[in-house]
């Protein structure tokens, strides 16, 4: 034997060669094996890492998959609260209804109630009570006028205003089967104004109703002389008021 400078001895002779090839076979051999545990091992990490996040690709795809379905389609639960709404809004709408119908009946109502409160107060002011001794038919029953100065009294007396006045002036127009006007106008309209005129000229001092104004009959007939060519007074003073604030003219 002798050393042959690598660490290692050799057999001198024939055996040199197959010592030399028998050491190269074993290295490679090492080599071989040494890769192949890498290999393995870097394998083994894949499949672990897979198995590792396999759960939770698996949860986020079907999470996906869900939401973008609940979003494709309506569930049964939206369907339901369309129902409700739906219910409640036809519900809201009959209540509504009811409401609206309750409203016009009261105001229906306010003015019949209204009516018949001016109704009576011109039988008050312009009729004689109903002569009711016999009360088997109607025939028996007669209503007459009040003279000027009756009515003028009753108009001290009641503490009338201006406003009833007024409406029982409208209310008289209103049952009027004709357009009245200065020229041709009901005689109850004539009796009222007239009367009117004797409460506008008594003095303030002598007048024990503190409600009137002293230019009743003076406005009534203005209002009458307007009626005569188709005008509503109140329109006129309503449309001036609203001129007044907004500053329009009218220009001709």
């Known amino acids: 034997q002798y050393h042959n400078g690598n660490g290692s001895y050799a057999v001198v002779g024939n055996n040199v060669s197959i010592e030399v090839q028998y050491n190269s076979a074993w290295r490679v051999i090492d080599l071989s094996l040494h890769n192949i545990r890498l290999l393995f091992k870097?394998?083994?990490?894949t499949i672990l890492l897979h198995l590792l996040l396999w759960p939770t690709v698996c949860g986020f795809t079907s999470e996906n998959s869900r939401s973008s379905s609940d979003l494709a389609r309506p569930t049964a639960t939206n369907?339901?609260?369309a129902l409700v709404l739906l219910s409640e809004a036809k519900a809201l709408r009959q209540q509504a209804s009811m409401l609206q119908e309750q409203?016009?009946?009261e105001k229906e109502e306010r003015i019949r109630k209204e009516r018949?409160?001016?109704d009576n107060l011109i039988d008050l002011l312009l009729f004689h009570g109903m002569n009711s001794e016999s009360n088997t038919s109607e025939e028996s029953k007669q209503q007459l006028l009040h003279t000027e100065e009756q009515v003028a009294q009753l108009l001290i007396s009641k503490r009338m205003s201006y406003d009833m006045v007024n409406q029982c002036f409208d209310r008289i127009v209103e049952q009027a089967n004709r357009p009245q006007s200065i020229d041709s106008c009901s005689p109850l309209l004539s009796l009222?104004?007239?009367a009117a005129c004797q409460v506008d000229c008594l003095e303030r001092k002598e007048n024990p109703n503190k409600r009137w104004n002293?230019?009743?009959e003076r406005d009534l007939?203005?209002?009458l002389f307007a009626l005569g060519y188709g005008i509503r007074i109140e329109d006129v003073q309503k449309k001036d008021a609203i001129r007044s604030i907004t500053g329009e003219r009218d220009y001709y």
Request: aromatic content about 0%; glycine content about 4%; overall charge positive.
């Open 116 to 118: 018949e409160k001016v």
């Open 103 to 105: 409203l016009n009946r």
């Open 214 to 216: 002293g230019r009743v």
């Open 192 to 194: 009222l104004l007239d």
């Open 42 to 45: 870097t394998i083994m990490k």
């Open 79 to 81: 369907a339901e609260d």
């Open 221 to 223: 007939r203005k209002k």
